[in-house]
């Protein structure tokens, strides 16, 4: 049986947007990097990761989503961190609404991660900033 599900772009769209609009819920949401594996998924509990930077989303953290193929949607300006909590090699980040709510979970490196830093080596002090942050949702499911 096949199972090949697409949605069309309006569709995606609206997805996406609703996705990245619940970061606005409460206020500023933030971008929280962490160390070690990344939690099972965006609904398990922090465990013995570290917490090493938190970085800031603006009032409203992403523009609309495109009516294209995939549908992408680009980040507002981010506010750096600018003292790093700890040192540590950065591994995943958890995005959360301005209540605190986790929105979403991706991964972080420096080639073929969600979020891309010239290195995932932070140190504590150390400020650490995203100049850009897009996130993409295929149509094809």
Do not use: E
């Amino acid at each position: 049986m096949a199972n090949a599900p697409y949605l069309t772009k309006a569709t995606g769209q609206a997805a996406l947007d609703a996705i990245v609009d619940r970061l606005d819920t409460g206020g500023a949401g933030s971008i929280k990097i962490y160390t070690a594996s990344q939690a099972a998924n965006a609904d398990t509990a922090i465990g013995a990761q570290t917490l090493l930077a938190t970085l800031a989303f603006g009032g409203t953290a992403f523009g609309a989503a495109s009516n294209a193929d995939p549908t992408v949607a680009t980040a507002n300006a981010i506010t750096s961190d600018s003292s790093a909590d700890a040192t540590g090699t950065a591994a995943w980040a958890r995005l959360a609404n301005g209540a605190g709510t986790t929105i979403l979970d991706c991964s972080v490196g420096t080639s073929s991660a969600d979020i891309i830093f010239n290195t995932v080596s932070f140190v504590s002090g150390a400020v650490i900033a995203i100049s850009s942050f897009t996130i993409t949702l295929p149509l094809h499911v």
